[in-house]
């Protein structure tokens, strides 16, 4: 299953490993890619073997402190 969320924040590729680091942690997800958008809004895309909740995509990327836009 693919998912796609938009997360504010990120400004360097750091930000970027931080977010893939923690979506990597969720039960299901085999794959994280990131368009980073310097300062605005990156799509996340994130490729599981489950449904994701919501809640699950939310909590991970704010563990790397980031909110989902």
Excluded: F, Q, W
């Excluded at 938009?6 to 368009?35: F, I, Q, R, W, Y």
């Excluded at 489950?50 to 995509?57: D, T």
Aim: glycine letters at 8%.
């Amino acid at each position: 299953m693919t998912t796609t969320v938009n997360v504010a924040g990120m400004t360097c590729g750091h930000c970027v490993s931080s977010v893939k680091e923690e979506l990597a942690e969720v039960p299901g997800v085999t794959a994280v890619d990131v368009d980073l958008h310097s300062g605005g809004v990156s799509p996340v895309t994130i490729e599981s073997s489950r449904e994701l909740a919501p809640a699950e995509i939310t909590e991970a990327v704010a563990e790397a402190g980031y909110s989902v836009a």
